[in-house]
């Protein structure tokens, strides 16, 4: 079965800091997708940044990047340079490459001090 | 683009009402989703659709939950009788899926469920 951990429930850092948000995952299956999502106060869910498990690089978008490390299974989301705008919850997910369902993480609640 | 539209985006109710939630998935996206957030439980997938088709509803909590997708436009969540440990953000997400890529899951704005 698919399994999405994210340890740190909250976390605060400073503004303009760089922050790691971190994720861990188990899944048996070789072919498969992970995402990060980010939840502000208003509720909706923003897709920020994808790695496949056969992606020979990293992910980047913009400011957002993903250490992928494989072997370790993780996927942390590093968000360089912080803005008050990045205060939010964070979602980490999985899907497997033959299905389509999203499985998620119970999130890190992110606040960003002036 | 619309993106994914629910309604009603907030439902007050009474313990025992019927409640039907809505989702206009993207046009031409092939697949439906409805997840539930709780405090407690985090992001859970109720069931999903695959042109119209319902693929996995072993997420659906128990008899009193429903979905249906009667066309590619349209989709309802339906509880009956509804309970106060229902109370939840019920989030509706479409994808359309494509031989390569990330194939992004995008939701709609979620439809926040009181039950009193």
């Known amino acids: 079965a698919q399994k999405i951990t994210q340890t740190q429930p909250g976390m605060f850092v400073q503004e303009k800091e760089a922050v790691t948000l971190d994720c861990t995952y188990d899944t048996s299956d070789p072919s498969y997708g992970l995402f990060w999502y980010k939840q502000p106060s208003s509720g909706e869910m923003i897709f920020l940044i994808y790695q496949g498990s056969y992606d020979q690089q990293n992910a980047t978008e913009g400011r957002y990047s993903l250490n992928f490390q494989k072997a370790r299974k993780s996927a942390n989301l590093v968000i360089s340079a912080s803005q008050l705008g990045d205060s939010a919850m964070y979602f980490c997910a999985m899907r497997k490459r033959r299905a389509q369902k999203l499985v998620f993480g119970q999130g890190t609640r992110l606040t960003i001090n002036p | 683009d619309a993106g994914v539209i629910q309604s009603p985006r907030h439902e007050v109710t009474e313990m025992g009402q019927e409640v039907t939630l809505r989702c206009k998935p993207i046009?031409?996206?092939?697949?439906l989703f409805w997840y539930r957030q709780t405090m407690m439980r985090g992001l859970e997938l109720l069931i999903y659709f695959n042109n119209n088709v319902p693929i996995d509803d072993s997420g659906m909590p128990e008899d009193r939950f429903s979905a249906k997708m009667p066309n590619a436009s349209f989709s309802t969540l339906k509880i009956q009788p509804s309970e106060p440990r229902d109370s939840a953000v019920y989030f509706c997400a479409s994808i359309r899926t494509v031989q390569s890529g990330a194939n992004v899951l995008t939701f709609g704005a979620g439809s926040r469920l009181t039950v009193l």
């Open positions: 046009s031409g996206h092939d697949y």
